[in-house]
């Protein structure tokens, strides 16, 4: 493994460059990378204090800053130091600018305004909340989108970054033997989305969440001819529904809520 110091800098949250330093990172097997996170740098003076922690331990420079000046400075003096620096948005605020013929406006951290957006998330984030895991089942009509699946589907972590895309999202469990709620079985406007894994991947799932219990005892719960049986009649279930499903045994969170936001997407278009 090849470890070295990564230094990733933001005049906001830190959260652009940080995904993008990990998206590019996955790339490079061999590497191990040593990040050091500096947030909300708009200041003169506290570039310069990041800059001595960079001189201390030199290694790529990360940046999403949009002050000219403070953009200016970090480049001269990592080129100074001989220390690489990539600039994250540089050259889409350049392809922008000149599509669009106007000038870059500067505002740090713009993407998270407190506007009609923002509070539109935080009232899709609160909707989650209270219908997660099958609670107040009498306004599931009011959901963007309500995923079904039995126990350790990732449901209920898929509906939280779908709501942080401003999405109301409601799950609810399917449980053994038991028939669906009557308030799902003749729903209306929102998109129920089936959510569907290998038995064999929920028993290791299930196990895993069991020994964190610090329970071992052997149940249907983990006996893979039941977990075969319960999401065969899971699948059974969307079908006679007609309800879209995805496979979340191979996907992650981010991967999973993707394709529920196509399927959202085109139903909107249609």
């Not at 957006?117 to 609160?126: G, L, Q, S, V």
């Not at 909707?127 to 963007?144: I, K, W």
Request: proline share 5%; charged share 25%.
């Amino acid at each position: 493994m090849t470890e070295f110091h990564l230094h990733l800098i933001s005049d906001a949250t830190g959260e652009t460059v940080n995904s993008v330093a990990k998206a590019a990172l996955v790339q490079f097997e061999a590497a191990e990378p040593i990040e050091h996170l500096w947030t909300m740098v708009r200041t003169r003076g506290q570039l310069m204090r990041v800059l001595e922690r960079v001189a201390e331990n030199p290694g790529p420079v990360i940046f999403t800053i949009v002050d000219h000046v403070l953009r200016d400075i970090l480049i001269e003096e990592c080129r100074r130091r001989q220390i690489v620096t990539v600039s994250v948005l540089d050259p889409v605020l350049a392809a922008l600018g000149a599509y669009l013929g106007a000038e870059v406006q500067e505002r740090p951290g713009g993407q998270h305004a407190l506007d009609a957006e923002y509070f539109h998330r935080i009232d899709a984030m609160h909707f989650c909340l209270s219908h997660d895991d099958g609670q107040n089942l009498e306004r599931l009509n009011e959901a963007d989108v309500v995923l079904v699946g039995v126990s350790r589907t990732s449901k209920t972590p898929t509906c939280i970054y779908l709501a942080n895309r401003g999405i109301k999202a409601a799950n609810v469990p399917i449980i053994p033997k038991m028939p669906l709620p009557p308030t799902l079985e003749c729903i209306e406007g929102p998109m129920v989305v089936g959510l569907s894994a290998s038995p064999e991947r929920l028993v290791q799932i299930r196990r895993n969440r069991l020994l964190s219990l610090q329970e071992r005892s052997e149940t249907d719960y983990v006996d893979l001819e039941s977990v075969k049986q319960e999401t065969t009649d899971a699948r059974r279930m969307f079908a006679q529904h007609g309800w879209p499903v995805i496979d979340v045994t191979r996907r992650s969170i981010e991967e999973t809520a993707a394709a529920v936001i196509t399927l959202l997407t085109r139903r909107r278009g249609a």
